[in-house]
Protein backbone atom coordinates (compact mmCIF):
# COMPACT_ATOMS: atom_id res chain seq x y z
CA UNK A 1 0.00 0.00 0.00
CA UNK A 2 2.40 2.51 -1.40
CA UNK A 3 0.90 5.91 0.23
CA UNK A 4 1.56 8.16 2.80
CA UNK A 5 -1.83 9.41 3.44
CA UNK A 6 -2.97 7.27 6.24
CA UNK A 7 -6.22 5.09 5.72
CA UNK A 8 -8.42 7.37 8.77
CA UNK A 9 -7.44 10.04 6.49
CA UNK A 10 -8.04 8.95 3.61
CA UNK A 11 -11.52 7.78 4.77
CA UNK A 12 -12.65 11.18 6.62
CA UNK A 13 -16.48 11.92 5.80
CA UNK A 14 -16.48 15.33 3.52
CA UNK A 15 -20.72 15.56 4.29
CA UNK A 16 -22.78 15.08 6.81
CA UNK A 17 -24.90 11.75 4.70
CA UNK A 18 -21.02 10.02 4.49
CA UNK A 19 -20.61 11.02 8.56
CA UNK A 20 -21.12 8.08 11.09
CA UNK A 21 -22.74 8.25 14.84
CA UNK A 22 -23.94 10.90 16.49
CA UNK A 23 -27.71 11.00 15.80
CA UNK A 24 -28.94 12.30 18.21
CA UNK A 25 -27.31 15.80 18.08
CA UNK A 26 -26.54 15.80 13.43
CA UNK A 27 -29.65 13.13 12.69
CA UNK A 28 -32.59 14.86 11.03
CA UNK A 29 -34.20 17.06 13.07
CA UNK A 30 -31.21 17.32 16.06
CA UNK A 31 -30.69 20.25 17.65
CA UNK A 32 -27.16 21.05 15.56
CA UNK A 33 -28.28 19.64 12.10
CA UNK A 34 -31.26 22.61 12.38
CA UNK A 35 -28.90 24.79 13.30
CA UNK A 36 -26.67 23.72 10.35
CA UNK A 37 -29.43 23.53 7.92
CA UNK A 38 -30.43 27.18 8.97
CA UNK A 39 -26.88 28.31 8.74
CA UNK A 40 -27.13 29.66 12.32
CA UNK A 41 -24.55 27.89 14.32
CA UNK A 42 -23.32 29.09 17.73
CA UNK A 43 -20.11 29.09 19.13
CA UNK A 44 -19.55 25.33 20.59
CA UNK A 45 -17.59 23.08 22.68
CA UNK A 46 -17.67 19.31 21.25
CA UNK A 47 -17.42 17.24 24.17
CA UNK A 48 -16.64 13.47 23.69
CA UNK A 49 -13.91 10.19 23.81
CA UNK A 50 -11.53 10.11 21.47
CA UNK A 51 -12.06 9.38 17.54
CA UNK A 52 -15.93 9.51 17.85
CA UNK A 53 -15.35 12.63 14.85
CA UNK A 54 -15.19 16.24 16.59
CA UNK A 55 -12.75 17.53 14.64
CA UNK A 56 -14.12 15.77 11.47
CA UNK A 57 -17.87 17.43 12.43
CA UNK A 58 -16.29 21.00 12.70
CA UNK A 59 -14.98 20.39 9.30
CA UNK A 60 -17.86 19.49 7.32
CA UNK A 61 -20.07 22.36 9.17
CA UNK A 62 -17.56 24.80 7.61
CA UNK A 63 -17.45 23.06 4.51
CA UNK A 64 -21.19 22.73 4.27
CA UNK A 65 -21.63 25.97 5.53
CA UNK A 66 -19.06 27.47 3.42
CA UNK A 67 -17.04 29.39 6.22
CA UNK A 68 -13.38 30.24 5.97
CA UNK A 69 -11.81 27.39 8.70
CA UNK A 70 -9.07 27.78 10.77
CA UNK A 71 -7.63 25.26 12.82
CA UNK A 72 -5.40 24.89 15.98
CA UNK A 73 -3.86 22.78 18.34
CA UNK A 74 -3.98 23.11 22.46
CA UNK A 75 -1.02 21.21 22.17
CA UNK A 76 1.17 23.55 20.35
CA UNK A 77 -0.35 27.00 19.91
CA UNK A 78 0.13 29.90 22.05
CA UNK A 79 -1.96 33.56 22.34
CA UNK A 80 0.10 34.94 19.63
CA UNK A 81 -1.16 32.05 17.13
CA UNK A 82 -4.74 32.70 18.58
CA UNK A 83 -4.28 36.73 18.27
CA UNK A 84 -3.03 35.99 14.12
CA UNK A 85 -6.11 34.01 12.83
CA UNK A 86 -8.54 36.55 14.55
CA UNK A 87 -6.68 39.29 12.87
CA UNK A 88 -7.25 37.56 9.89
CA UNK A 89 -10.70 36.66 10.76
CA UNK A 90 -10.90 40.17 10.50
CA UNK A 91 -9.89 40.70 7.15
CA UNK A 92 -12.00 38.09 5.65
CA UNK A 93 -15.05 39.59 7.67
CA UNK A 94 -14.13 42.83 6.22
CA UNK A 95 -14.23 41.25 2.82
CA UNK A 96 -17.92 39.75 3.16
CA UNK A 97 -16.50 36.15 2.92
CA UNK A 98 -18.97 34.95 5.91
CA UNK A 99 -17.87 34.08 9.55
CA UNK A 100 -15.07 32.01 9.99
CA UNK A 101 -14.89 29.02 12.20
CA UNK A 102 -12.15 28.58 14.77
CA UNK A 103 -11.57 25.05 15.46
CA UNK A 104 -9.63 24.23 18.42
CA UNK A 105 -8.28 20.77 19.35
CA UNK A 106 -8.02 19.87 22.65
CA UNK A 107 -9.00 22.97 24.34
CA UNK A 108 -8.65 21.71 27.58
CA UNK A 109 -5.37 22.28 27.19
CA UNK A 110 -5.42 26.22 26.62
CA UNK A 111 -4.49 28.27 29.65
CA UNK A 112 -6.97 30.46 31.25
CA UNK A 113 -5.02 33.63 29.39
CA UNK A 114 -4.63 31.61 26.15
CA UNK A 115 -9.18 30.90 26.18
CA UNK A 116 -9.55 34.73 27.65
CA UNK A 117 -7.77 35.74 24.33
CA UNK A 118 -10.63 33.96 22.57
CA UNK A 119 -13.19 35.18 24.78
CA UNK A 120 -13.94 39.16 22.44
CA UNK A 121 -13.69 37.76 19.42
CA UNK A 122 -16.15 35.07 20.23
CA UNK A 123 -18.16 38.01 21.90
CA UNK A 124 -18.02 40.18 18.91
CA UNK A 125 -19.15 37.64 16.14
CA UNK A 126 -15.42 37.68 14.74
CA UNK A 127 -14.85 34.09 15.01
CA UNK A 128 -17.59 30.92 15.37
CA UNK A 129 -15.39 28.96 17.67
CA UNK A 130 -16.21 25.34 18.07
CA UNK A 131 -13.45 23.68 20.67
CA UNK A 132 -12.87 20.03 20.94
CA UNK A 133 -11.91 18.32 23.94
CA UNK A 134 -12.28 14.82 25.88
CA UNK A 135 -12.43 16.53 28.92
CA UNK A 136 -15.62 17.61 30.99
CA UNK A 137 -16.00 21.09 29.78
CA UNK A 138 -17.54 21.80 33.13
CA UNK A 139 -13.41 21.99 34.68
CA UNK A 140 -11.23 22.45 32.11
CA UNK A 141 -13.15 25.55 29.93
CA UNK A 142 -13.27 28.93 31.78
CA UNK A 143 -16.99 29.81 32.79
CA UNK A 144 -17.11 33.38 30.68
CA UNK A 145 -15.99 31.41 27.30
CA UNK A 146 -18.29 28.45 28.20
CA UNK A 147 -21.31 30.86 28.88
CA UNK A 148 -20.79 32.16 25.38
CA UNK A 149 -20.71 28.49 24.03
CA UNK A 150 -23.38 25.19 23.29
CA UNK A 151 -22.06 21.78 24.94
CA UNK A 152 -22.82 19.21 22.51
CA UNK A 153 -21.70 15.90 23.80
CA UNK A 154 -20.54 13.57 21.13
CA UNK A 155 -20.97 9.73 22.67
CA UNK A 156 -18.70 6.35 21.62
CA UNK A 157 -19.82 4.49 18.71
CA UNK A 158 -21.95 1.41 18.71
CA UNK A 159 -20.59 -1.60 17.24
CA UNK A 160 -22.58 -1.95 14.03
CA UNK A 161 -21.44 1.92 13.05
CA UNK A 162 -17.94 0.87 13.62
CA UNK A 163 -18.71 -2.36 11.29
CA UNK A 164 -20.14 0.14 8.92
CA UNK A 165 -16.66 1.98 8.81
CA UNK A 166 -14.55 -1.19 8.58
CA UNK A 167 -17.11 -2.30 5.24
CA UNK A 168 -16.80 0.92 3.75
CA UNK A 169 -13.02 1.15 3.93
CA UNK A 170 -12.88 -2.37 1.93
CA UNK A 171 -15.41 -1.42 -0.42
CA UNK A 172 -14.49 2.36 -0.88
CA UNK A 173 -10.84 3.38 -0.24
CA UNK A 174 -9.30 3.03 -3.71
CA UNK A 175 -6.05 0.76 -1.71
CA UNK A 176 -8.48 -1.18 0.04
CA UNK A 177 -10.72 -2.15 -2.51
CA UNK A 178 -7.96 -3.95 -4.70
CA UNK A 179 -6.71 -6.33 -1.94
CA UNK A 180 -8.62 -9.93 -1.68
CA UNK A 181 -9.57 -8.93 2.06
CA UNK A 182 -12.16 -11.18 4.12
CA UNK A 183 -12.90 -10.00 7.42
CA UNK A 184 -13.86 -13.38 9.15
CA UNK A 185 -13.92 -12.45 12.43
CA UNK A 186 -13.92 -8.69 13.77
CA UNK A 187 -14.31 -8.69 17.67
CA UNK A 188 -10.51 -7.57 18.25
CA UNK A 189 -10.77 -5.13 15.86
CA UNK A 190 -13.60 -3.28 17.59
CA UNK A 191 -11.30 -4.13 20.71
CA UNK A 192 -8.53 -2.80 20.15
CA UNK A 193 -10.09 0.35 18.55
CA UNK A 194 -12.13 1.07 21.89
CA UNK A 195 -14.76 2.58 20.17
CA UNK A 196 -12.16 5.18 18.80
CA UNK A 197 -13.08 4.98 14.44
CA UNK A 198 -9.35 6.59 13.83
CA UNK A 199 -7.71 3.63 15.90
CA UNK A 200 -9.69 1.12 13.95
CA UNK A 201 -8.83 2.00 10.87
CA UNK A 202 -5.45 2.65 11.68
CA UNK A 203 -5.28 -0.92 12.98
CA UNK A 204 -6.96 -2.62 10.05
CA UNK A 205 -4.59 -0.72 7.49
CA UNK A 206 -1.47 -2.34 9.79
CA UNK A 207 -2.75 -6.03 9.47
CA UNK A 208 -3.35 -5.37 5.33
CA UNK A 209 -0.51 -4.14 5.33
CA UNK A 210 1.21 -7.34 7.19
CA UNK A 211 -0.30 -9.27 4.97
CA UNK A 212 2.05 -7.87 1.96
CA UNK A 213 -0.63 -7.79 -1.22
CA UNK A 214 -1.66 -11.18 -0.84
CA UNK A 215 -5.12 -12.55 0.02
CA UNK A 216 -5.42 -11.87 3.53
CA UNK A 217 -8.64 -13.30 5.90
CA UNK A 218 -9.21 -11.40 8.53
CA UNK A 219 -8.88 -13.11 12.15
CA UNK A 220 -8.92 -12.47 15.84
CA UNK A 221 -5.75 -14.22 15.77
CA UNK A 222 -4.06 -12.37 13.40
CA UNK A 223 -5.22 -9.21 14.50
CA UNK A 224 -3.56 -10.04 18.20
CA UNK A 225 -0.49 -10.83 16.27
CA UNK A 226 -0.13 -8.04 13.93
CA UNK A 227 -1.00 -5.18 16.79
CA UNK A 228 1.91 -6.78 19.35
CA UNK A 229 4.53 -6.88 16.91
CA UNK A 230 4.03 -2.99 15.36
CA UNK A 231 3.18 -1.74 19.23
CA UNK A 232 4.39 1.93 19.15
CA UNK A 233 5.90 3.38 22.01
CA UNK A 234 3.86 6.27 24.83
CA UNK A 235 2.70 9.55 22.57
CA UNK A 236 0.80 11.89 24.86
CA UNK A 237 -0.72 12.96 21.81
CA UNK A 238 -0.85 9.29 20.04
CA UNK A 239 -3.53 6.74 19.90
CA UNK A 240 -1.91 4.81 23.24
CA UNK A 241 -2.33 7.96 25.56
CA UNK A 242 -5.97 6.32 26.87
CA UNK A 243 -4.80 2.96 26.77
CA UNK A 244 -1.86 3.94 29.26
CA UNK A 245 -3.99 5.47 31.47
CA UNK A 246 -5.99 2.56 31.39
CA UNK A 247 -3.04 0.71 32.59
CA UNK A 248 -2.57 2.75 34.92
CA UNK A 249 -6.06 3.16 36.65
CA UNK A 250 -6.66 -0.54 36.29
CA UNK A 251 -2.60 -1.46 38.01
CA UNK A 252 -4.12 1.11 41.04
CA UNK A 253 -7.68 -0.99 40.92
CA UNK A 254 -5.74 -3.74 41.55
CA UNK A 255 -3.61 -2.92 44.13
CA UNK A 256 -0.59 -3.50 42.33
CA UNK A 257 1.93 -0.34 43.26
CA UNK A 258 4.79 -1.65 40.98
CA UNK A 259 2.61 -1.84 37.75
CA UNK A 260 0.92 1.57 38.75
CA UNK A 261 3.86 3.43 39.29
CA UNK A 262 5.57 2.22 36.39
CA UNK A 263 2.59 3.80 34.22
CA UNK A 264 3.23 6.77 36.00
CA UNK A 265 6.68 6.74 34.93
CA UNK A 266 5.29 5.93 31.57
CA UNK A 267 2.77 9.06 31.37
CA UNK A 268 5.98 11.44 32.81
CA UNK A 269 8.40 10.57 30.21
CA UNK A 270 5.86 10.96 27.60
CA UNK A 271 5.12 14.46 28.55
CA UNK A 272 1.66 14.37 30.06
CA UNK A 273 -0.32 16.84 31.43
CA UNK A 274 0.35 16.52 35.31
CA UNK A 275 -3.18 17.89 36.13
CA UNK A 276 -4.58 15.07 33.96
CA UNK A 277 -3.01 12.40 36.02
CA UNK A 278 -3.76 13.91 39.25
CA UNK A 279 -7.77 14.31 38.07
CA UNK A 280 -7.80 10.50 37.69
CA UNK A 281 -6.27 9.91 41.15
CA UNK A 282 -8.94 12.13 42.70
CA UNK A 283 -11.88 9.93 40.62
CA UNK A 284 -10.45 6.47 41.37
CA UNK A 285 -10.01 7.62 45.22
CA UNK A 286 -13.83 7.73 45.63
CA UNK A 287 -14.87 4.95 42.64
CA UNK A 288 -12.62 2.31 43.76
CA UNK A 289 -11.25 3.11 47.58
CA UNK A 290 -14.51 5.33 48.78
CA UNK A 291 -14.66 4.24 52.39
CA UNK A 292 -12.39 0.89 52.42
CA UNK A 293 -10.37 4.83 52.98
CA UNK A 294 -11.85 7.53 53.31
CA UNK A 295 -7.80 8.92 53.67
CA UNK A 296 -7.35 8.07 49.85
CA UNK A 297 -10.04 11.15 48.55
CA UNK A 298 -8.15 13.30 51.15
CA UNK A 299 -4.45 12.55 49.77
CA UNK A 300 -5.90 12.48 46.58
CA UNK A 301 -7.48 16.12 46.46
CA UNK A 302 -4.26 17.40 47.97
CA UNK A 303 -2.60 15.85 45.80
CA UNK A 304 -3.92 17.53 43.09
CA UNK A 305 -3.96 21.16 44.57
CA UNK A 306 -0.12 20.23 45.59
CA UNK A 307 0.57 19.63 41.45
CA UNK A 308 -0.90 22.53 40.48
CA UNK A 309 0.89 24.61 42.25
CA UNK A 310 4.37 22.84 41.73
CA UNK A 311 4.28 21.73 38.25
CA UNK A 312 6.99 19.27 37.01
CA UNK A 313 9.42 18.15 37.35
CA UNK A 314 8.70 17.68 41.06
CA UNK A 315 5.45 17.27 40.69
CA UNK A 316 6.30 13.64 39.35
CA UNK A 317 7.18 12.82 43.43
CA UNK A 318 3.39 13.65 45.07
CA UNK A 319 2.59 11.61 42.14
CA UNK A 320 4.51 8.92 42.98
CA UNK A 321 3.44 9.20 46.80
CA UNK A 322 -0.29 9.17 45.94
CA UNK A 323 0.10 6.55 43.36
CA UNK A 324 1.51 3.93 45.94
CA UNK A 325 -0.49 4.85 48.68
CA UNK A 326 -4.02 4.07 46.81
CA UNK A 327 -2.68 0.92 45.22
CA UNK A 328 -1.57 -0.37 48.38
CA UNK A 329 -4.95 0.66 49.84
CA UNK A 330 -7.61 -1.59 50.62
CA UNK A 331 -10.68 -1.15 47.90
CA UNK A 332 -14.29 -0.50 48.14
CA UNK A 333 -16.82 0.21 44.66
CA UNK A 334 -20.09 0.38 47.47
CA UNK A 335 -20.42 4.07 46.71
CA UNK A 336 -20.03 4.24 43.53
CA UNK A 337 -22.37 1.11 43.00
CA UNK A 338 -24.86 2.76 45.32
CA UNK A 339 -25.21 6.10 43.70
CA UNK A 340 -25.60 3.53 40.36
CA UNK A 341 -28.37 2.08 41.67
CA UNK A 342 -29.89 5.62 42.87
CA UNK A 343 -29.64 7.08 39.64
CA UNK A 344 -31.08 3.76 37.83
CA UNK A 345 -34.08 3.75 40.45
CA UNK A 346 -34.71 6.98 39.91
CA UNK A 347 -34.69 6.82 35.85
CA UNK A 348 -37.06 3.49 36.75
CA UNK A 349 -39.82 5.31 38.86
CA UNK A 350 -39.76 9.16 38.21
CA UNK A 351 -40.66 12.02 40.60
CA UNK A 352 -41.45 10.62 43.59
CA UNK A 353 -43.46 13.08 45.90
CA UNK A 354 -41.10 13.99 48.97
CA UNK A 355 -42.89 12.86 52.33
CA UNK A 356 -44.65 15.48 53.97
CA UNK A 357 -42.96 14.93 57.15
CA UNK A 358 -39.45 15.99 55.86
CA UNK A 359 -40.27 18.67 53.29
CA UNK A 360 -39.46 22.19 53.74
CA UNK A 361 -42.12 24.67 55.81
CA UNK A 362 -40.97 28.17 55.47
CA UNK A 363 -44.60 29.29 55.25
CA UNK A 364 -47.69 29.52 57.60
CA UNK A 365 -49.39 27.63 54.68
CA UNK A 366 -47.15 25.19 54.22
CA UNK A 367 -47.73 24.41 57.90
CA UNK A 368 -51.19 24.42 57.34
CA UNK A 369 -50.99 21.99 54.89
CA UNK A 370 -48.84 19.65 56.84
CA UNK A 371 -45.42 19.97 55.87
CA UNK A 372 -42.93 19.44 57.86
CA UNK A 373 -45.18 17.43 60.16
CA UNK A 374 -44.26 14.74 62.41
CA UNK A 375 -40.88 15.01 61.59
CA UNK A 376 -38.95 13.37 64.60
CA UNK A 377 -35.51 15.32 65.12
CA UNK A 378 -32.69 12.81 65.19
CA UNK A 379 -30.58 15.15 68.07
CA UNK A 380 -33.51 15.19 70.32
CA UNK A 381 -33.20 11.30 70.79
CA UNK A 382 -30.46 9.10 72.50
CA UNK A 383 -27.91 8.06 70.12
CA UNK A 384 -28.90 11.21 68.18
CA UNK A 385 -31.18 8.37 66.11
CA UNK A 386 -34.71 7.88 65.70
CA UNK A 387 -36.23 5.67 63.37
CA UNK A 388 -38.05 7.21 60.17
CA UNK A 389 -38.50 6.48 56.88
CA UNK A 390 -36.79 9.28 54.25
CA UNK A 391 -37.55 7.33 51.11
CA UNK A 392 -40.59 8.80 48.85
CA UNK A 393 -43.48 5.61 50.28
CA UNK A 394 -43.09 3.79 47.09
CA UNK A 395 -39.33 2.99 47.93
CA UNK A 396 -39.69 2.29 51.66
CA UNK A 397 -37.32 0.32 52.74
CA UNK A 398 -35.09 0.38 50.17
CA UNK A 399 -31.54 0.03 50.89
CA UNK A 400 -29.41 1.17 47.89
CA UNK A 401 -25.91 2.14 50.22
CA UNK A 402 -24.11 -2.17 50.87
CA UNK A 403 -21.00 -1.19 52.34
CA UNK A 404 -17.76 -3.16 51.23
CA UNK A 405 -16.35 -6.21 53.21
CA UNK A 406 -13.66 -4.53 54.57
CA UNK A 407 -12.68 -3.31 58.37
CA UNK A 408 -13.77 0.95 57.73
CA UNK A 409 -16.99 -0.36 56.24
CA UNK A 410 -17.66 -3.21 58.45
CA UNK A 411 -17.68 -0.56 61.06
CA UNK A 412 -19.91 1.41 59.21
CA UNK A 413 -22.27 -1.63 58.17
CA UNK A 414 -22.20 -2.39 62.31
CA UNK A 415 -23.47 1.09 63.18
CA UNK A 416 -26.41 1.18 60.51
CA UNK A 417 -27.32 -2.49 62.04
CA UNK A 418 -27.54 -0.91 64.94
CA UNK A 419 -30.00 1.73 63.81
CA UNK A 420 -31.48 0.04 60.99
CA UNK A 421 -31.78 -3.39 62.02
CA UNK A 422 -32.17 -6.39 59.47
CA UNK A 423 -31.83 -3.92 56.94
CA UNK A 424 -27.96 -4.41 57.12
CA UNK A 425 -27.86 -8.05 58.26
CA UNK A 426 -25.89 -10.32 55.73
Same mark, same amino acid.
Given at each position: MATRIPLAERMRPNTIADYVGQPHIIGEGAVLRNAIDQNNIPSMILWGPPGVGKTTLAFIISKQLSRPFFSLSAINSGVKDVREVIDKAKQLRDFQQGQPILFIDEIHRFSKSQQDSLLGAVERGVITLIGATTENPSFEVIAALLSRCQVYVLEHLSEKELLSIIDKALKEDEYLRKQQVNVKEHEALLRLSGGDARKLLNVL *? @?? &?? #? +?????? *???? *???????? !?NMAIYDKAGEQHYDIISAFIKSIRGSDPNAAVYWLARMIEGGEDPLFIARRLLILASEDIGNANPN +? @? @?? #????? !???? &????? *??????? !????? @????????ASYEAINKAQTLVRQTGDLSVPLHIRNAPTKLMKQLDYGK?? !???HAYEGNFVEQEFMPEALSGTKLYDPGKNPAEEKLREQLRQRWKSKYEY
Amino acid at each position: MATRIPLAERMRPNTIADYVGQPHIIGEGAVLRNAIDQNNIPSMILWGPPGVGKTTLAFIISKQLSRPFFSLSAINSGVKDVREVIDKAKQLRDFQQGQPILFIDEIHRFSKSQQDSLLGAVERGVITLIGATTENPSFEVIAALLSRCQVYVLEHLSEKELLSIIDKALKEDEYLRKQQVNVKEHEALLRLSGGDARKLLNVL *E @LV &VN #A +AGGDPL *EITN *EFVLRQVQ !QNMAIYDKAGEQHYDIISAFIKSIRGSDPNAAVYWLARMIEGGEDPLFIARRLLILASEDIGNANPN +A @L @LL #ANNCF !QAVN &VIGWP *EARIILS !QTVTY @LAASLKSNASYEAINKAQTLVRQTGDLSVPLHIRNAPTKLMKQLDYGKDY !QYAHAYEGNFVEQEFMPEALSGTKLYDPGKNPAEEKLREQLRQRWKSKYEY
